[in-house]
């Protein structure tokens, strides 16, 4: 097993200077990320800080099966959307507290992505990013149709209500650190997948995996597990979004949220723990400040991508990480 | 008149009807796409942008230049085509060293680019686009009434995919262009000019596009979005069909335009989602495609 194997590499490792969860440079960043974030709400508005927060979540949880997964799906939307329709669904109709709301969007996330994800990793390359995006546009079609969903309309108005029944999510304060708790607690927890010996085993898989298979391991079953994992965390930031914006829509569903999610991961660097996070609020500000011209946004994003794939396919962070010579 | 479990004929068969033009877009879209897969190795995204182009340069043609829709069958391709060479040239071969999802990603940003500055200019409303008064009028058929606009569509797509596969599989250039997609290596030491071969594929695979989007102008209003969506379910046709066999996207794009329009008859909230069903069926049952070599 893989799991004894680096406990075995670690006990043979005489000294160990750094912390073995976690690098002191990621230390670092990750306690300048938080502090950052507890500061930025009294000096920006905090809806488009938790806008940022939950596109960032979900770019991250895209790029753990993109970046580390090397599995490039074209259908994240469907996760994403579909939790933020049972979230918004459970908090609304079934009058559930918005933690219960949210975990009932991941969890229909979570067995959205092992159904479509069986299926999908049947298939590689170019043909598993089609596949996605068919099943994902089959869930948008489901969401148009569905009587729960609402239609073009969307499901309107979500109580955001009380957070375990004690705290008042109304009020901006306590839904922003309900908000950055969820945001902190599932880029701890991607972080930690990515450096587990599951982890190693992906990477491993990614670079080699004739060599993977070679090795005794069930390569699929790591595929997929990897792919329910970022299903259930896009979902858990989709759901979020439904609770904080009131709203779920056909936007979350639809196939440019896909590609959205791609295009900040592709920006902000895939393949990189931070990339995602820069990548989302740079493409969260631009919508905002560009937001009146229309159509200038997807002919932007278009220009984004062109550019980032001809001349940048490292992302922002990536470049950065080569200058610094740390993997960030 | 006859009944068929309840359905009138008319009903069942106008609904076929509909469903084999479909399964015609969804045939000459397909076999673009795989014409250029073959060759390129890169799936292209700007496939729906470039159909839509066929049809706003035949709604330009008419409307700026006055030339009709029988010359716009032949011109819009062409230009499109020429079009799609110059985006080979100064983007997509670029890519052709790396990983294929680049190219994927990049011929994403390239229509998110095209459609939405069609966007920008012409709105999402669309644009009619009148039939030739050649193509008015129709036939009584006893059965159904088949509106000979319909027919031609049907007519023309099949001449173009049998066109197309001729070329590929008899002819010499269609030789060289088989062996350049088994070793593009070889191929270009026997003499022959691989990357002129490979720019005049993307071409052709976008003219074939930009020819079914003119065949759509009539039929359906010209739209920037028009491409969007029927994309997707094209890609969902290739990945049933497989991208290994000309014949193969052909027999699937028709037969699954076929059993949508069925499926609309029957059961129509299902017709949206048919395809993406039998998607899935057949990636459990035979997942490199009903025509496709396994891997």
């Known amino acids: 097993m893989a799991g004894e194997s680096d406990v075995v590499a670690a006990a043979a490792m005489p000294t160990v200077r750094e912390p073995a969860w976690m690098p002191r440079h990621h230390l670092v960043l990750f306690a300048l990320l938080l502090a950052g974030l507890l500061v930025a709400p009294f000096m920006l508005y905090p809806i488009f800080l938790m806008k940022v927060l939950c596109f960032a979540l979900f770019a991250s949880a895209f790029n753990l099966l993109l970046g580390y997964g090397g599995l490039l799906s074209f259908g994240h939307a469907a996760y994403f959307g579909m939790a933020s329709y049972v979230s918004a669904h459970a908090a609304k109709v079934w009058g559930l507290t918005p933690e219960l709301a949210i975990l009932s969007g991941t969890l229909i996330a979570a067995v959205l992505g092992l159904v479509f994800g069986a299926l999908a990793i049947r298939r590689q390359g170019i043909y598993f990013a089609m596949v996605t995006l068919a099943f994902a546009q089959m869930v948008y079609f489901f969401s148009l149709q569905a009587p729960f969903t609402g239609g073009e309309d969307g499901i309107q108005a979500v109580p955001r209500g009380h957070l375990f029944g004690l705290f008042d999510l109304s009020r901006p304060e306590p839904l922003y650190f309900f908000v950055l708790a969820i945001f902190f607690g599932g880029i701890l927890l991607i972080y930690r997948i990515i450096h587990s010996p599951f982890g190693q085993v992906l990477k491993a898989i990614r670079q080699n995996e004739a060599r993977a298979i070679s090795l005794g391991y069930q390569v699929n079953r790591y595929k997929l597990a990897v792919f329910v994992l970022s299903a259930a965390l896009s979902g858990l930031a989709g759901a979020t979004k439904a609770i904080v914006f009131q709203l779920a829509s056909l936007t979350d569903v639809y196939w440019a949220m896909s590609g959205e999610v791609v295009l900040m991961t592709l920006l902000g660097g895939m393949g990189t723990v931070f990339g995602p996070l820069v990548g989302a609020a740079v493409i969260v500000t631009m919508q905002n400040y560009l937001a009146s011209f229309g159509d200038w946004v997807t002919i932007i994003q278009g220009a984004i991508f062109v550019i980032a794939v001809l001349l940048f396919r490292e992302g922002i962070v990536g470049v950065i990480a080569k200058w610094t010579k740390k993997p960030l | 008149m006859f009944e068929l479990i309840g359905i009138p004929p008319q009903a069942l068969f ?262 993406f069903v039998i998607m899935a069926i057949v990636l459990l049952v035979k997942p490199a495609g009903l025509f496709g070599r396994e891997i």
């Open chain 2, 14 to 275: 106008g609904q076929l009807l509909l469903g084999l033009i479909n399964g015609s877009f969804y045939a000459v879209l397909s076999l673009g796409l795989a014409v250029i897969f073959g060759l390129l190795n890169i799936i292209n995204f700007t496939h729906g942008a470039q159909y839509m182009l066929g049809a706003f340069v035949a709604w330009m043609l008419l409307n700026y230049l006055g030339i009709g829709y029988w010359w716009a069958l032949l011109l819009a391709p062409v230009i499109v085509g020429l079009l799609g060479v110059i985006m080979e040239r100064l983007f997509i071969r670029r890519l052709y060293h790396l990983d294929h999802l680049y190219g994927l990603l990049l011929t994403f940003g390239l229509a998110l680019i095209i459609t939405g500055i069609f966007k920008q200019q012409f709105g999402v409303s669309g644009l009619p686009y009148s039939a030739p008064a050649l193509l008015s009028g129709g036939y009584n058929l006893g059965f159904m009434y088949l509106p000979v606009s319909r027919a031609w569509v049907i007519l023309a797509s099949a001449i173009v995919c049998f066109g197309t596969w001729f070329v590929i599989e008899k002819t010499r250039l269609g030789a060289y262009l088989r062996a350049a997609t088994e070793n593009p290596t070889l191929v270009g030491a026997f003499g022959i000019n691989v990357p002129l071969l490979i720019t005049a594929t993307y071409g052709f695979g976008v003219a074939l596009a930009a020819f079914a989007g003119v065949l759509a102008a009539p039929i359906y209003s010209v739209n920037p979005i028009m491409g969007e969506n029927l994309i997707i379910v094209v890609f969902a046709v290739v990945v049933i069909g497989g991208m290994g066999s000309i014949l193969g996207s052909i027999i699937t794009g028709f037969g699954l335009g076929l059993v949508e329009g069925l499926t609309r008859v029957f059961y129509p909230e299902g017709s949206a989602v048919v395809v």
